[in-house]
Every structure is written in C-alpha cells, then in structure tokens.
C-alpha cells in the first residue's frame, strides 16, 4: 500500500511523472506504441492511427473545454482549416511535412483566435452557438474557394519523411503517433504551467479570476487558440492519413464527436481525452466484431448492424448515468484500488 | 450514486472488448482458390435503404454462381462489413477485409470512399472496384484505373435527359435544381455546356442544402423562369415533393425529373399524388419489369417474391460483372490483377444481363453510359418507361 510520496526536491515536486510505477508503466507503453507497428495487421495500424488523430484532437478540445470551460463546437472547423492548410502546402509549396503540420496548426489557431473573441461576452450554450457558425463558414470557404477545389476537393500526395513515402498504415503510423504523443504531453506540460492554471481558474469562476489579476479575454483567445492549433495539427495529420479532403469531410457532427469523446472519457483531464478518443473511435468497431459471433441465423449483419447503433448510444448514456466523471475517473477509481489494497475506500 | 468498482463494472466492460480483439485477430478459415468478393456496405446509417438492397443483391447473385459450381471451379465469397456510410468506417472495413483474406474485388459505398481508397487500390493493384458512387471525377481511367461505376456518371445521367428533353421539346427551357454538396454541384458547370450544345436555354439553376424543407422562395424563383422541364440532382427526396406539392399549387407547367437516387419505385411514390407525370433517368429496369426477355429479372422474382429496390440492381450488377471479369481474366490464363482485370472488363461489349439492363451494354471509360427515362403512373403505382433506351457514344 502507498503511503505518501514524499518529495525531498523541488525539481521532484514539479515533475510530471513522479513515481517509480509511473515510469515503468510509460516506458512499457512506449515499447507496446512502437512494438505495435510490427506485430498489427493493416485493419490494427488503421484504427490505431485514426484513435492517435483523435486523440490529438479531443486533447486541443479538453484544453478549451475542460480545462478553460468554453464549450466549443468549432472543433471539426479548425481540423477542417488544418487539413486544408497541408494539403494546399503540400500541393502548391511542396515544403517539408512538419512545416506544413506546423503551417495547418497555425492557420487553424488563427481561424481560433477570431472564433474566441464573442468568448469574453457570452458563454456555455451561447459560445457553443457561436462556434457553430465557425463551422459554417469554413464549410462555405472550403466548398466555394478555388483555392480548396471547391466540392471535389484537394487528393494529399503522401506525406514524405527523410526521404520516405509514408503511405501505409504501417509507415504512417511513425508519424502520426509520434506528434500525438509530443502534443498529449506538451497539453499535461501546460496544466503546469501559469497559463494552464490560469485556465483553471477561469474555468472554475471567470469573475474570482478577474479579480485575481488574469486577464480574461487574453486568456481565453490562448485557450481558444491552443485548441485550435491541436484541432489544425490534427487536420493535417488526417489529411495525410486518408489523402483526400473535401469540404464533407470535417462535418458539424464531427465536432459533436469530440466534445461526446471529452465527455465520456472525463472533462478537464489529459487521460481522459485519451480514453474518451479510444472510447469513441473503437466501441464501434469492437461491437461490429461481438456482433459478428452473435448466434443470429441467415444474414446475420444486415439484421444486426442497426442494433450496433443502438447499443453504442446506450453505452454512452450509460457513462453519463453511472460515471458523470468519465472513463478517467473509472481509471483514478483502479489505481486507487492499487494503492489502499489490501483496504477498500 | 452507483460506484462501478473494479471487479464488477470495469472488468465487466473490458472483458468482452479484450476478447473482441483477441478473436478478431485469430485467422479466418479459406480455401485458397476462393475468390473474394468485400464489402464496405451501409447497412445502417442514413444510406440503409440502400445498403440493405444493394446487400442483398450482391448475396443473391453470388449464390447464383455458388450454385452453379462458381467460377471456373472457384467460389465467390461475399465478405461484407456494415459502415454506416461513413468514409473512416468504410475505411476500417476495408483494411479489415483485405487484412484478413485475399480480396479480388470490391464494393465501395461512397464517392468520399472510392477517393480516399483510390491511392491504396493504385499501390496494392490487385483489386478490381466498384460501388454507389456516380460521380463524373470516378469516371477517369487514367486516374481511377482500379476502379468503374455501376451505370453512366451523373454527368452522363444529366446527358442522357438532356437528349430526351431535346428530342421532345426542341429548344426547350429547363431548370436545374441540386444541392449545395458535392454529390449535387457534380454534373451542373457540365450539363450547362451540353443543354447549349443541344439547343436547349438553362432558365435558372437553383442550389438549396441537402433535405431542405422550407424552399418556399426557391419555387418562386422556378415559377419566374417558369422552365418546361425541371431536373432534381444531389437529393434521394427532400426536398422534390415540397418543389413538386408547392409548384403545382401555383399552377407551374414545368415536369419535374430526377436522377438515379431519386428514382426508386418507392422513394416516388412516397410524394403520393403528387409523383403523377414524374420522371427520371435509370440505368436498369425495374424488379416489376415482364417486358421482353428477361431471365435474370425472372430469376430474382423467383428468389425474392417482394418488390427489390434499384439499389438491388446495382448490388446484384456489380457481381454480375465481378464474375464476368473473373471467367474473362481466369480463361485468358492470366493472374487476377487490377491491370488484369480492369483490362477483361474494358473488353466487355455488348454484354447481356439477362435483361437487368434492356440493352447489350459496354464498358466505356469508367462506366456504362446507358439509362432510359421512366416516368411515374401513380394509379399503377409504378414507374413506367417513357423513353426507349438511349446510349451515349
């Protein structure tokens, strides 16, 4: 059983991960991440690399929304803006990919930062609305600009890294992974940091905040702008991966998607942007899998897959019901069970 | 409130999804010499009505062909996935399928899909596809080498009523009317060129967004044009009828038609009275059709006693000709590549479907440009053909 984790130095008491079982655990999931690659099919790497995208994403959105408090449904927009920005990059300026991962998350954070302005005056249910019409604009300028190849679209050739087409699922996947992994633990960085606490507390009483010296609207359009540059990065990344963008590509529900992936997997934390991205993006498939063995005679999928649906939506309801907190808080429930054992809480 | 603790609900939720990976990834059994037939179907989602009939035609045609002994000895083996007609389900399903047999052909539910897959198809080079999709950039054999369409692209569709209404009415003032996606600008910057080509005025061309209801001010600005033919492109119904109701209550001559989407026997005849006089452009004949000589019509009647959507017919088609390929490509002793096969399918000509199409089709390009209007007679409730057969050259 743990007892206490008693801190002898600063350096130790601020560091992210601060015990000796964390860093096993990391160091054994950084094998298992590049393990992977070697021993999945093409079906594994594909889901594993959306999941990263993904979780790229949900991340961008815990930082505005969880952290921050500002409900965002813009998120599919600035992922909409960052794959535009790489696929023109990549096409017109033939430059480097990571300038051009790089380019897409800025443009994105731009398109953020003009979507954060209405944050300072409204707020909740108002701001959401808000962030909507940033998905109808883009989806205007992507369908109508020359520039985006109107409804047809932009085809991505593939990203090129030291040399090396990446398109499989296999060679990609050492790209994909790799920045989400840097972005999910700049996000954990930043909770650390005097911007990220800043958040915090804007989140927690936007007034108590202002009185404590932060600048509100500042503060805000960084949230919104850090948000929309991990949406952009993750754009650029799925341009990429699937090489085709249209303008229906990042769709209003897509964003939906991602405050659902929040919200399941535990709003204002890091894990829980993981877990709900994981969540979200694999229960589907996990359940086209278990339906397929179902005991259901003739044609057996085409009776089953509308129940699939079904039992996907009730499995979210059933998180709201019995876990509010998400699946991170059932993770925190775990490690505890670890740390009091042989005592229950 | 309810704790789930971690010996009940934790373990509980994770255990069937830790045996759902572990199996999933258990090899499936096949026979070696089976030709592989995948899937990325929407068997849910807003495109079911047709995922389900387009499943259930490729299911009936490859039982067709099993019972007759397969292919040059081989079977066909049909291996779907349901997407929900979603591209990174679509996407997922493929990667599935192709991970875990040796596929030879395939069935894509979307343009977004068959675009997105489009570089996978080009590297592996050893799948021949086709699917739902229409659209006139498919029709590219140059950059769409792995791949063709069921039927004549939108374009083509647009073409093949634009010589109608020019045959018709010389001269004739019509409207286009679509929706602001991708599916719906398709064959517009086209079909305008054509409508000139063959004479004919374009008086307004309308966007609305997909499913509109409310398109009160859009039939004002079709009765200021007041066209003679109307043509739908980009929807399945919404909003036609309210064009349709709306237009005749205001006493608009126009006559209203559709593409393929639109055209099911059943989709028309959800706009009740209305649907009298409607009509559109479809590549194949309708499940009720008895005109002619029709033994693959006869034989899906016999097998499936209820009415079968056109989405059957493109399903059912789509594994006619995979088959067709298959004996083509297998009897000039050649391997089963894409370049193989896309080669066998170009060479066919004049191909009878045993009447799912009323006349001998080919292959042209990327697509088979070929369709006949129908028109609706709601006392039959039926579509009816208003039109012989008309093949693009």
Partial sequence: MRIATAKQTYLADESLFDTRTQHVWLALLAASLALFPFVADAYW??????????????????????????????????????????????????????????????????????????????????????????????????????????????????????????????????????????????AANLFRTRIGRAFIAIRDRDISAEVLGIRLLRYKLLSFGLSSFYAGVAGGLWAYFFRVVTPESFPLIMSIFFLAAIIVGGMGSILGSILGAIFMTMVPELLKLIVGWLPVGGDALRLVSPVRTIVFGLLIVGFLIFEPHGLAEIWRRVRRFFHLWPFRT | MKRIRLGSGLSRLLAPLGLAAALSAAPIAQAADDLVLGGSIPLSGVFAFAGQGIHAGITDYVKIINDQGGIKGRKLRYVPEDTAYKVDASVAAFKKITSQNKVNFYYGDSTGFSKTINAELNRTGDILMTGASFATELNDPAKYPAQFMLG????????????????????????????????????????????????????????????????????????????????????????????????????????????????????????????????????????????????????????????????????????MLFSEVAKRTLDAGKDLTAANMKAALDGIKDFDTGGLIGVPISIKGNSIPVGRIYRADVKLKQMVPASDWIVLK
């Avoid at chain 1, 300026?93 to 300038?99: A, D, K, Y």
Wanted: proline letters at 5%; hydrophobic letters at 45%; aromatic letters at 10%.
């Fill in chain 2, 152 to 319: 004549p692209d939108y374009t083509e569709m647009f073409g093949i009523l634009l010589r109608y209404i020019a045959k018709e009415k010389p001269g004739a003032k019509v409207a286009f009317v679509y929706s602001d996606t991708e599916f719906g600008r398709d064959p517009i910057a086209g079909s305008r060129a054509l409508a000139e080509k063959l004479g004919l005025k374009v008086a307004t061309e309308i966007m609305t967004a997909p499913g509109s209801v409310d398109v009160s001010t859009e039939v004002i600005k079709l009765r200021r044009a007041d066209p003679d033919f109307t043509i739908f492109h980009g929807y399945v119904l919404a909003p036609i009828p309210e064009f349709v109701g709306q237009g005749k209550r205001m006493g608009l001559k126009t006559r209203y038609m559709g593409t393929f989407w639109t055209m099911d026997n059943s989709t028309v005849m959800q706009m009740g009275e209305d649907a009298e006089g409607f009509m559109g452009v479809m590549p194949y004949r309708y499940y009720y059709d008895t005109e002619g000589d029709s033994p693959m019509l006869k034989k899906i009647r016999e097998m499936r006693p209820q009415y079968q959507s056109t989405g059957y017919m493109q399903g059912f088609l789509a594994a």
């Fill in chain 1, 45 to 186: 790497l594909y889901l594993a690399c959306l999941v990263a995208i993904n979780v790229a994403s949900a991340t961008g959105l815990n930082i505005l929304t969880g952290y921050t408090g500002l409900v965002s449904l813009g998120q599919a927009a600035f992922m909409g803006l960052g794959a535009y920005t790489v696929a023109v990059m990549e096409l017109r300026l033939g430059t480097p990919v990571l300038i051009n991962l790089l380019g897409g998350g800025v443009v994105a954070m731009v398109g953020g930062l003009l979507v954060g302005i209405p944050s300072l005056r409204v707020k909740g249910l108002y701001l959401a609305i808000a962030t909507i019409a940033a998905s109808f604009i883009a989806h205007f300028i992507f369908a109508n600009w020359q520039f985006t190849g109107g409804t047809t679209g932009l085809q991505v050739p593939p990203a090129r890294l030291l040399g090396v087409d990446l398109d499989t699922s296999f060679k990609i996947y050492w790209l994909i992974v790799p920045v989400t992994v840097l972005m999910v633990l700049g």
